[in-house]
Structures are given as structure tokens and as C-alpha cells.
């Protein structure tokens, strides 16, 4: 089998966890299959469960079998499986690497990628391995998950332990929204259609919402949740980065310190809180007990800890402070137990001047472009359009015209796919730059803050339906609605 790229040793801590027999290990395989990952390439799992190399092969391939289903070949993983290795390790225990040495110094000179799927406690302590064990070299890179800390403090701190042993162009902080095809479509639609470019500013564009929703709850993860909660979770990270992207100025090209230099200026750019507006402008919510898909479903604090004041939704106004959106707020919001899974972007243009339609004027709506990114990726431009017929009036409807290129690819490409493999190809782009992580982290500490000493009292709502009534109430007092109401 030919490779289109060049070979790697891809060590994968905690690759008996879920994200990476979920994830991980299928992009990997498809990686594989698409002779992106080149058959002489190594997959070296790293975990501390105590099985052999035959137990390993078997579970891996059982994992594969469950998340791919139907594209999963066995005449392939054949093949596949002479990549995959196993070693196990403590990852606090120092001296349990020496496996590990051998292994990658077969191949002294070969690049590394070093994904780290753990608890980030373990960052520190897998990266001072690595260099005890002079396991680190230049062509080495790693690749950080989220949570990167709680706050500002802690992600400083697990930052400064990993940058200790790995310099800031060698780390990857992973964010998957970014590599959704559809969200990297938001830099083609924003900068190569002429048509959108004097369009996008607050000349035009009366406001703009982000909807991150998950018709799921916190299941058996109540634990790890509880630290968190969604604007940890969530909105920090994924819903920033979608922000900058839709809200950052033309970079000079798409070279990787290009596009993260324009998104920190957004991120700058974010108007601090008062206390008042913590008041006013933003909502934290959790969910009671309720219907999910027609299933009776507890509430959060069902069963668990009642004095837990952790959001499971949240939803705010954001304002940015520049030329381009001064007057235009953003309305983002995240939640768990919501009515449905959906995550979408709503560019809400201005309405027109002046209407020559007569009476069919209480038919016209604003131009909208919807960007959806799950369940079912989208781009919808909602236009309005006359109604075939012989009516002595002309009459309106809004119909969409539907952006998306459908081409004749058999299986989209998951996100960890184009992550993975800008990794192995040493473009940071699509990843987080350190000072993006603590520009996003400041400003989420003052609302963080601003909660916890009751500023904006925690709201609640029942599970499987839009959210609590508060959210509704904070865009309509600007004379807005959501997208689904």
C-alpha cells in the first residue's frame, strides 16, 4: 500500500478510554485506509490496563466493529492490525516507560505524535517521563484534550508543565469543532465569495446567534460534569472558537499564526462584564426531571449531590468592542436535556429599508444564513421569493437556498480525521495557541465569578425542552427571538 504522506510513530496515552475507541482509533483506521497514514507508520497504544498484545488486537478490533459498522473491513484490518502495539505503563510511575523507549527507539529519527487522551492531572507527569527517558525530540509533537483547567490559574498551570518539556510550536490543543467541515467552510464562505465580504459588519447583520444543544444529559459522567458544567464545558472552548471564526478580520493567508493571530483580537476585543451585565446578560440554568424522546428522565440533582449550584445550561450576550460588529450582539447559549440535538450558527441580516410590497410586507422576513453543524451538516441562505400564480397582488415566502456542495463522496470525513492528520503534517491552524486559551479563560472567569458569588441566580428548566424561560427573556428584551421559537 502507498502512503500520501510520510511516516510517523503515533504513541496514543489512554488509548483504552473511551474518546479513543470511539474516536481516535476509527480515525485512525480511516487515516489508514485512505492511505493518509502510511502502513510503516506505528500506532502505539499507551494505557495502563495490564493485557496482552493478542487482547489488545481482539479489543481493539471489537471497538472498531461496534463504532464503524458498516466500514468495517476484515480483509482491511488485517493489514491494519501489524500497526497497532501496545504498552503498558503507569503514568505517574516513572521507571514503567522503559518499554516505551525501546519501542520508539527502533526508529530513533522517526517523527512522534504524542496524544495525550487522559485526565490533564496526567499531562505533567507523562511529559517529564517523555524527557526523562530523552523520548522528546525535535520532530516530536503532542496533542493536549480538553479540559485545559477550571480557570485562568489552572490552565496556566498545566500549560507551564507541558511547555517545560515541549516548546508552544510542538503543541497541539485540540478543539474537534474545528475540524467539522462545515466550520472550516466558514473561512471559504466568509473570504472567497465577493458576494459576503461588504455584507459581514454591523451595516448589515442585525445580530448573531450560536446554539450549541445536546438532547443528552450527564448520564454516568455526573462526576467529572459537576467539576465542569457548560460554560466550562462547552462555551469557553467550542463556542468561542466558532465566535472568532465568524467574528475575525481577513488574516494575510492561512498560514497557522495568521488565522489564531486575528481570532486573539476578537477575543480582545470581547467587552468585560460588569456586574450588571452578568445580571442582565447572561443565564445559568439546570435541568429537572422531564421527557427525552418520550422516556421519563431524572434531573440533574436527582440522585446526586442538591447543593450543587453547576450549570447544565447556559446562555449570554456577548458584545465586541471594534469597527467591524460595534452595535451587534451575539447570542450564544449550550445546554444538556434539551428538545434536540442541534448545533448551528444564524447570521440574522438587517431587515430592508423600505418594502414596495404593500400588504404583502407582514410576509416579509429578514435574509438569514444558517450555518448547521450537527445533527446534519448545513449552509441554508433563507431568501425571500414570489409565489407562482395569477394573484392580482404579489405574493412572498421565504424559501432556502442550500449552499452545500454535494459532491460524490461516499463517507464524510469525522473531525478527528482532519485533526489527526494535521497533526502528522505539523499544521497548527485548527488548533489552539496558548494565548488564545487564556484570552478565552479571562473573560470567562468574570462571569464564572460573577456566579458563584449568586450575581445571576441559577435558573431551571424542564428536561427535553427548549431551556429555561430566562434564556428567552434575555434575547427578547432586545426585541429578538431565538431561531426556534
Not at 88 to 93: C, L, P
Not at 103 to 124: A, D
Not at 213 to 219: F, K, L, Q, R, Y
Amino acid at each position: 500500500m502507498s502512503s500520501k504522506f510520510k511516516v510517523c510513530d503515533f504513541i496514543l496515552f489512554g488509548g483504552h478510554g473511551d474518546l479513543a475507541f470511539r474516536k481516535l482509533m476509527p480515525a485512525l483506521y480511516h487515516l489508514s485506509f485512505d492511505e493518509y497514514l502510511s502502513d510503516e507508520s506505528r500506532i502505539i497504544t499507551v494505557s495502563r490496563k495490564n493485557i496482552s498484545h493478542d487482547e489488545h488486537i481482539s479489543l481493539v478490533k471489537n471497538k472498531l466493529i461496534e463504532f464503524l459498522q458498516d466500514d468495517f473491513s476484515e480483509e482491511f484490518f488485517e493489514r491494519f492490525q501489524q500497526q497497532l502495539l501496545l504498552v503498558v505503563i503507569d503514568f505517574s510511575d516513572n521507571k514503567t516507560y522503559s518499554q516505551l523507549e525501546v519501542i520508539l527507539n527502533e526508529f530513533p529519527l522517526r517523527e512522534r505524535v504524542n496524544y495525550l487522551s487522559t485526565s490533564p492531572s496526567f499531562f505533567g507527569n507523562i511529559c517529564e517521563s517523555l524527557s526523562n527517558w530523552k523520548l522528546i525530540t525535535e520532530v516530536s509533537r503532542v496533542v493536549l484534550e480538553k479540559p485545559l483547567g477550571k480557570d485562568l490559574e489552572s490552565s496556566r498551570i498545566i500549560n507551564k508543565k507541558v511547555l517545560k518539556y515541549f516548546n508552544e510550536n510542538q503543541i497541539y490543543r485540540i478543539d474537534h469543532y474545528l475540524g467539522k467541515d462545515t466550520v472550516q467552510n466558514i473561512m471559504a464562505l466568509r473570504f472567497a465569495n465577493r458576494l459576503f465580504v461588504p455584507l459581514w459588519n454591523s451595516n448589515h447583520i442585525d445580530h448573531i446567534q450560536i446554539t450549541v444543544s445536546e438532547s443528552v444529559g450527564v448520564e454516568n459522567r455526573w462526576g467529572y460534569y459537576n467539576e465542569y458544567g457548560a460554560m466550562r464545558d462547552m462555551i469557553q472552548n467550542h463556542l468561542m472558537q466558532l465566535l472568532c471564526l465568524i467574528a475575525m478580520e481577513p488574516p494575510c493567508s492561512l498560514e497557522a499564526n495568521s488565522v489564531r493571530d486575528e481570532k486573539v483580537k476578537v477575543l480582545r476585543s470581547f467587552r468585560t462584564l460588569s456586574p450588571e451585565d452578568i445580571k442582565s446578560n447572561t443565564v445559568r440554568a439546570q435541568y429537572k426531571a422531564g421527557s427525552s424522546e418520550g422516556v421519563s428522565v431524572p434531573g440533574y440533582l436527582d440522585g446526586n449531590d442538591k447543593d450543587s449550584q453547576t450549570e447544565t445550561f447556559a446562555a449570554m450576550r456577548v458584545d465586541i468592542d471594534n469597527w467591524r460588529w460595534n452595535g451587534v450582539p451575539f447570542y450564544i447559549r449550550s445546554g444538556k436535556r434539551m428538545q434536540n440535538r442541534n448545533s448551528e450558527i444564524v447570521i440574522q441580516f438587517k431587515s430592508i429599508p423600505h418594502s414596495i410590497f404593500g400588504k404583502s410586507d407582514d410576509s416579509i422576513t429578514s435574509n438569514k444564513l444558517v450555518i448547521t453543524l450537527q445533527p446534519n451538516e448545513s449552509i441554508e441562505l433563507k431568501l425571500m421569493n414570489k409565489i407562482p400564480g395569477l394573484s392580482d397582488t404579489m405574493k412572498l415566502q421565504q424559501v432556502d437556498l442550500e449552499l452545500n456542495s454535494h459532491s460524490n463522496i461516499s463517507r464524510k470525513p469525522d473531525a478527528y480525521e482532519r485533526l489527526i492528520l494535521d497533526v502528522i503534517l505539523s499544521n497548527p491552524t485548527l488548533f489552539m495557541r496558548l494565548d488564545e486559551v487564556e484570552e478565552a479563560w479571562k473573560w470567562a472567569d468574570t462571569i464564572i465569578e460573577g456566579w458563584s458569588d449568586n450575581i445571576s441566580p441559577m435558573k431551571h428548566y424542564t428536561a427535553g425542552s427548549h431551556g429555561p424561560s430566562a434564556a428567552v427573556q434575555l434575547i427578547a428584551k432586545d426585541g429578538r427571538s431565538w431561531n426556534d421559537e
